[in-house]
């Protein structure tokens, strides 16, 4: 199962608006760490599907949350709870470390 694409349009109500903790992960076609990284996210997606939302959206595509954001690298992957930014992942990680970043929201 893969991370689903969220958009300028569906981010309010894809991810400020859900209940459990969600990870954005902004990235780009052009970014090699971003691809690499892609399916460590899905893999964490669907091991921890119970605990955590995986989305992923295109800085490319959508300038306008990008920039809300001040999304200056990438791979950058914010996890957002209550609509609010609990925590900040920026570049390429193996999965070992993404899950320890994330422990939090994993227990």
């Not at 690499?36 to 995986?54: Q, R």
Request: hydrophobic fraction near 45%.
């Amino acid at each position: 199962m893969s991370a689903k694409n969220v958009t300028d349009a569906t981010f309010a109500s894809d991810v400020l608006a859900s209940e459990k903790p969600i990870m954005v992960d902004f990235w780009a076609e052009w970014c090699g760490p971003c691809r690499a990284v892609s399916p460590i996210l899905d893999k964490i997606a669907e091991e921890h599907a119970d605990k955590i939302d995986i989305v992923k959206l295109n800085v490319d595509d959508n300038p306008e949350t990008a920039m809300k954001y001040g999304i200056t690298s990438i791979p950058a992957m914010y996890v957002f709870q209550g609509g609010e930014i609990k925590k900040r992942i920026v570049g390429a990680k193996p999965k070992p470390a993404l899950e320890a970043d994330l422990a939090d929201f994993l227990a």
